[in-house]
């Protein structure tokens, strides 16, 4: 009976203990940020926790605001960010027709984006 108790003892010692480090560890929303930042991701449309992601990724409010009204997510935003094309840049590429890496590679030629045409027939 002992060896019960004391095994339930210890589950509930680890769990209270996994609890208290989850909740120690996840910081609010909008920790971290001056009120004229918080302001600035509320007023462009974003919520607390859109808001988090952006952030830590490195974008601003308007930078994200950006992306994101070329129709990009967080993680596409971050990826052509990475390969240090703008917003706008990354957008004529994409409506060029060209993935990142052959945007990249087009790119490092000295090329430009020539936006596809609907109509084939010139």
């Given at each position: 009976m002992l060896g019960v108790r004391r095994r339930r003892l210890v589950v509930l010692l680890s769990v209270g203990f996994c609890v208290l480090l989850l909740t120690s560890c996840a910081s609010p929303p909008w920790a971290g940020m001056s009120e004229s930042e918080i302001a600035a991701w509320k007023g462009a449309g974003f919520g607390p926790d859109e808001a988090r992601g952006w952030y830590d990724a490195g974008f601003s409010a308007d930078e994200a605001n950006g992306w994101k009204q070329h129709g990009f997510g967080r993680e596409g935003a971050t990826e052509w960010h990475q390969q240090k094309f703008t917003a706008d840049e990354a957008a004529s590429w994409?409506?060029?027709?060209?993935?990142?890496?052959?945007?990249?590679?087009?790119?490092?030629?000295?090329?430009?984006?020539?936006?596809?045409?609907?109509?084939?027939?010139?």
């Open positions: 994409k409506a060029a027709g060209m993935n990142l890496e052959e945007s990249v590679e087009n790119r490092d030629k000295g090329l430009m984006p020539i936006p596809a045409s609907d109509d084939a027939g010139g």
